[in-house]
């Protein structure tokens, strides 16, 4: 079975512009999580999805960041604006339901590399 | 403040050796804790879960430990191979449903 992809891999976009990022999580997942991750550091939690609901935001750093998922199964990570300080490693992961495996064990994409210049 | 550290930071080994990467946590009411192995470029591979339950977990040449009294996890790896160089990040999950808190990792280099 196919994993979590996250397209595009690589972004490279103009200070000011915005980006789009997209994650197709594992089929059968009802929870998906987006990560931002800076060079030499471990992940960092951004938001999460329990199927089409925004469960947690807490971790967008301001109000140029969204997320959605409406059919609960593909997500939208949106950053309007785009900083500098934007530029980073943002992975997805998903999670099956209760009851398939572990809980809440997480299976990751191969991330977007977003640069902004 | 929910926290996960990993020491060290780096750790270069010879081939053939037995090693252990280790993992500290605040707040030993965890629900569950997640190994990862990261390779430059690519995505992060799920190595071992082990639930606030258990105490360890094996797959192959892989041992994870779990003591929640001692905020403490460890990753043994066996018989280390130059292809086991990579980061592994230790991951906790504190509350069922929401989102793993990362430590930075330990970035690994094993020669031949």
Redo the contacts between chains.
């Keep these: 079975g196919a994993g979590?992809s996250q397209s595009p891999r690589y972004k490279v976009t103009k200070r000011g512009q915005d980006v789009a990022l997209r994650c197709d999580p594992i089929s059968g997942h009802v929870?998906l999580?987006w990560?931002r991750q800076a060079l030499?550091?471990?992940?960092?939690?951004l938001t999460?999805f329990?199927y089409e609901a925004q469960?947690?935001k807490s971790?967008l750093p301001n109000d140029r960041f969204s997320a959605e998922r409406p059919e609960g199964s593909i997500s939208t990570l949106t950053i309007q604006r785009t900083e500098q300080r934007d530029s980073a490693m943002y992975?997805c992961?998903s999670s099956p339901p209760e009851g398939r495996g572990?809980?809440?064990?997480?299976?990751?994409?191969?991330?977007t590399r977003l640069t902004v210049l | 403040k929910q926290e996960?550290t990993q020491i060290p930071a780096a750790l270069s080994v010879p081939e053939g050796e037995n090693l252990v990467l280790n993992c500290s946590f605040t707040d030993s009411a965890i629900?569950?804790l997640?190994w990862?192995r990261q390779d430059p470029g690519?995505?992060?591979?799920?190595l071992l879960?082990i639930?606030s339950s258990q105490r360890e977990q094996t797959s192959g040449r892989l041992n994870a430990s779990l003591d929640k009294s001692s905020g403490r996890s460890t990753l043994y790896i066996a018989a280390s191979q130059p292809g086991d160089s990579a980061t592994y990040?230790c991951?906790v999950?504190w509350q069922?449903?929401?989102?793993?808190?990362?430590?930075?990792?330990t970035t690994l280099s094993v020669s031949s």
């Design positions: 979590v929870s999580y990560y030499g550091q471990g992940p960092e939690f999460y329990n469960q947690d971790g992975r992961a572990p809980y809440n064990e997480q299976f990751f994409g191969p991330g | 996960v629900y569950n997640q990862f690519k995505g992060l591979t799920s879960l639930q990040l991951a999950v069922a449903g929401t989102a793993l808190i990362f430590g930075k990792g």
